[in-house]
């Protein structure tokens, strides 16, 4: 499997991860978040984070971002 169709299966898996999680928790949409949400941010991570590495501070600080912006997403 190239790297072009990995990252466009793993995008695609994310984006019908996000709907189906909106959909079986509409509570989100009121800030309240429940535990399933960190599956959730483990595949929004492996689409956008390109890194693991929380010892970085500036990799802390790129994870952090993304996290605020899928709370965000989910939110609308």
Wanted: glycine share 2%.
């Amino acid at each position: 499997m190239s790297f072009e169709s990995y990252c466009k299966k793993i995008s695609d898996e994310l984006g019908e991860a996000i709907i189906t999680f909106k959909e079986k928790y509409p509570e989100t949409r009121n800030n309240a978040y429940p535990q399933e949400l960190t599956k959730i941010f483990e595949k929004y991570i492996e689409v956008y984070g390109n890194a693991y590495c929380m010892d970085v501070a500036s990799e802390r600080k790129k994870i952090s971002k993304l996290l605020y912006k899928l709370l965000n997403d989910l939110k609308y």
